[in-house]
């Protein structure tokens, strides 16, 4: 299958100082964020950001793992069960404000069922979105509050984002599927 | 066993690969499925860390536990494992019952199937009886402990445990001590552990062993009738409960014998490794095969033995039941 780049490393490196920057700006400083990362590649998006933010704002952000299998909305009609990875979050969340990190926005459901888990921890003060490319196709209302590109795509293409910590490489590319 | 599945809404979904329909014991359970239901373990244990221990993952799923014979922490165990996961349970107890008037085993499991059970756990008297109503239903079965046959969730929580202090299952020295013969757990946590690359080691009078307990009938297993012998180099000492309501057979010469002889007291668990772990099923006689010392010293499990069983039981039911049926 034909596989097109979008964002090479140094485009996911910018783009993500660049978000760092917007969350320190539109929060005055870091003073009660939480990072959240959703597994799997969400974690490592949020680390680096975090270790952004540690640079220029020398403050350490406390960084989150959330696992949203258990709060899907399609178990029924998956067939499978996904595979589940213990959640992490590292400190009370009442009243702080979660920067939640995915690699993709698509339908929203994912974030749908993140923010369920979320709450379930307690009330926190402001939930806000990060993700690495919105991909459009949204079936709940639901929008990123910092994107690292908008990519308009069609429904069968798929987005694939590769990060270092996890498959070697940094990159984030369009793979056309079926039926184009 | 996991893989990633492709899907149109979620390109990289990490799914389990799990086809089980019923737990009846572990004998037939692969390595891969035991580190699956041990992996999904360490995601309900989180759970049951908040403070709200509730996530939604089983609405509307109705999970029903049979038990024809008493049970504190298995029964107790699946319901919390149940509501934590918001399934709904209805406990059926044989007294009170229709099984009162006669209705037999395998009419009582349709009935529940007819009703909307989506899961049934079984505890019988009889071995085997979880495995008769599993041929004649649809439901997922979990068997909850038959006879002296098997008991298959406490042999998973037992490997957690073990996992969780030792770091790895593999290469243990578990010793077992007692009534082996009339113990369901014993069985299951030898088939569990031998899988699981652990030295299984039995020690108890030779009448409270099994007849014909060799290497064709078992996993590779050691006995060695002499405690003091089998607790060197222990990295994991289970006593199981001297079933006195069993011992009028005359198995034994005197209860007082038998605590001579094989009560976990401190003098022998310091026989072990330094810092082995001390196991107990449950429920303890403290004072026969466990002193009172030992049992709640700063090397037994026990008590997280039962805090584990409910985060073990919550990955079956959701391994079970999570997915379509």
Not at chain 1, 104 to 133: K, N
Request: glycine share 8%.
């Amino acid at each position: 299958m034909p596989e097109k780049v979008i964002l090479d490393e140094e485009d996911i490196r910018r783009a993500l100082t660049r978000i760092a920057h917007e969350i320190v700006e539109r929060n005055h400083g870091c003073d009660g964020i939480i990072f959240v990362g959703m597994h799997t590649r969400g974690v490592p998006l949020a680390r680096r950001i975090a270790a952004y933010i540690k640079e220029f704002e020398r403050a350490e952000v406390p960084v989150g793992i959330l696992d949203i299998g258990l709060y899907r909305d399609d178990l029924p009609s998956l067939g499978l069960q996904p595979f589940l990875r213990p959640t992490s979050i590292p400190t009370d969340v009442v009243g702080k404000r979660i920067i939640l990190v995915d690699d993709v926005l698509y339908t929203g459901r994912s974030i749908r069922a993140a923010m369920d888990a979320l709450i379930d921890f307690g009330r926190p003060q402001s939930i806000q979105l990060v993700v690495l490319i919105d991909r459009g196709h949204r079936e709940l209302p639901i929008r990123a509050d910092y994107v690292g590109k908008n990519m308009p795509t069609a429904i069968y293409e798929e987005v694939v984002v590769r990060l270092k910590e996890i498959d070697g490489r940094d990159e984030v590319a369009i793979i056309r599927g079926e039926g184009q | 066993m996991r893989t990633t599945k492709q899907r149109e809404t979620e390109p990289s979904l990490e799914v389990a690969t799990w086809r089980r329909r019923h737990i009846l014991d572990l004998d037939d359970f692969a390595r891969e499925e035991i580190e699956l239901v041990l992996e999904t373990t360490d995601a309900m244990k989180e759970v049951l860390s908040r403070e709200i221990k509730k996530v939604p993952t089983l609405r509307g799923k109705t999970l029903v536990t049979m038990f024809y014979e008493p049970s504190t922490r298995t029964r107790v165990s699946f319901e919390q494992a149940a509501k934590s996961l918001s399934a709904d349970i209805i406990n059926l107890s044989a007294s009170g019952s229709s099984v009162e008037k006669g209705e037999s085993l395998i009419d009582t499991a349709r009935t529940l199937q007819a009703l909307g059970a989506d899961a049934i756990v079984m505890r019988h008297y009889h071995a085997g009886a979880p495995y008769l109503i599993a041929q004649h239903i649809e439901v997922n079965v979990i068997n909850g402990g038959d006879g002296c046959h098997a008991h298959p969730t406490q042999g998973l929580l037992d490997l957690y445990t073990i996992r969780e202090h030792l770091g790895t299952v593999e290469g243990v020295r578990m010793v077992i001590i007692g009534d082996i013969t009339h113990s369901r757990v014993a069985r299951s946590n030898i088939w569990g552990l031998s899988k699981m690359g652990a030295q299984v080691v039995l020690s108890a009078p030779p009448t409270l062993l099994p007849v014909g307990l060799d290497a064709s009938a078992f996993p590779p297993i050691a006995v060695e009738q002499n405690l003091d012998r089998a607790l060197e180099g222990a990295d994991v000492i289970m006593p199981l409960r001297l079933q006195l309501e069993r011992q009028k057979q005359g198995l034994l010469p005197s209860i007082r014998e038998y605590i001579q002889r094989y009560q976990l007291d401190a003098k022998r668990l310091a026989k072990a490794k330094p810092g082995a772990l001390v196991l107990h099923p449950g429920p303890m006689n403290e004072g026969v095969e466990i002193t009172p010392e030992v049992a709640q010293g700063a090397q037994s499990v026990i008590e997280e033995q039962v805090t584990n069983g409910v985060a073990v039981r919550m990955a079956l039911l959701y391994l079970l039941m999570g997915g379509a049926q």
